[in-house]
């Protein structure tokens, strides 16, 4: 078990398409230019990403980010009034989502309309698309309809079908964070790669 999970670890990294990846750090990066702000969406595991990559991003970079999903007291007062599948549509209209901004979509499906699964995350990319923001997803399997429509889709090679979620939800956290420390995006050292480059 353990050496077949650690091998699929390396075919990922041998076969996942860096041209998208490289695609969204330029989109990253001229967010940052224009002083847009990035919505990060994401359910379940994608979700807690979100918080994370969000501290991120605001603290390395100081790019004005947010994630829906921090304010509990609001996702549940939309879920219980409005419905679960309105929940980021609404918020992204509340804080008058624009064409400076982007909307950054962590999934591990991406979203599937027909088996109605993460509709919250389709209503969302549709708004975003209708408002001029950017969109983008860090997905896995097919990619499902953030692939369909996003302008930049990563899309986490499925080397095996019993593995698919902890590898998607590992390479979103991988990616973001060699977003946050690239050159051309970071503005604040990290706190531990401070200490060490002081010793």
Request: net charge negative; hydrophobic share 50%; glycine share 4%.
């Given at each position: 078990m353990m050496t077949h999970f650690f091998n699929d670890l390396v075919k990922i990294i041998e076969t996942i398409d860096r041209k998208p990846i490289g695609?969204?750090?330029?989109?990253?990066e001229a967010l940052q230019r224009r002083d847009g702000r990035l919505f990060i969406l994401g359910v379940g595991g994608s979700a807690a990403n979100a918080s994370h990559a969000v501290n991120d991003f605001r603290k390395l970079c100081d790019i004005e980010a947010y994630a829906p999903t921090d304010n509990v007291a609001e996702l549940t007062a939309r879920t219980n009034d409005e419905g679960f599948e309105t929940i980021f549509v609404e918020w992204l209209k509340t804080s008058r989502l624009s064409k400076k901004d982007m909307v950054l979509v962590l999934s591990v499906g991406g979203g599937n309309e027909k088996k109605q699964v993460s509709v919250n995350l389709i209503k969302a990319l549709d708004y975003a698309k209708k408002t001029g923001a950017n969109t983008a997803g860090i997905v896995g399997r097919d990619g499902g309809y953030t692939a369909k429509v996003a302008d930049i889709c990563v899309i986490i090679p499925?080397?095996?079908?019993?593995s698919v979620t902890p590898f998607v939800e590992s390479f979103?956290?991988?990616?973001?964070?060699?977003?946050?420390?690239?050159?051309?995006?970071?503005?604040?050292?990290?706190?531990w790669e401070k200490i060490v480059l002081k010793k």
């Open positions: 695609m969204l750090l330029n989109a990253l499925t080397v095996n079908e019993y979103q956290a991988f990616i973001w964070h060699f977003f946050v420390f690239h050159s051309s995006l970071q503005v604040n050292e990290g706190k």
